[in-house]
Nanobody, 118 residues
Framework: QEKFVESGGDLLQPGGSLRLSCVAP????????MAWYRQTAGKQREFVAG???????KYEDSVKGRFTISRDNGKNTVYLQMNSLKPEDTAVYYC????????????WGQGTQVTVSS
């Protein structure tokens, strides 16, 4: 199965901003809810943000007001704008279906590393 392809991760200082992109191997026009997740070493992957086809959004409490999820169905791409980054945001970030839809287990990509450190 083709995988989701995430990009945009970087090393940056606290307070910085970053935009992650995720190209989907499936048509977003018929894919319903998409989501971003993150994972740190030794911990389970956790939900960060979700967006429906009609652009209703949901965020994990710790990122509310700092992160913005969006989607471009024509480009099959989901974005995550991350502002006011904190060291605790350090993780590998992934995208997949989520929130109101189950992730596609065989389409997880490599993720993109975000490191926030002074």
């Amino acid at each position: 199965q083709e995988k989701f392809v995430e990009s945009g991760g970087d090393l940056l200082q606290p307070g910085g901003s970053l935009r992650l992109s995720c190209v989907a191997p499936i048509s977003l026009s018929s894919s319903g809810t998409m989501a971003w997740y993150r994972q740190t070493a030794g911990k389970q992957r956790e939900f960060v943000a979700g967006i429906t086809y009609m652009n209703t959004v949901k965020y994990e409490d710790s990122v509310k007001g700092r992160f913005t999820i969006s989607r471009d169905n024509g480009k099959n791409t989901v974005y995550l704008q991350m502002n006011s980054l904190k060291p605790e945001d350090t993780a590998v970030y992934y995208c997949n279906k989520g929130w109101l839809a189950a992730p596609e287990a065989d389409r997880w990509g490599q993720g993109t590393q975000v490191t926030v450190s002074s």
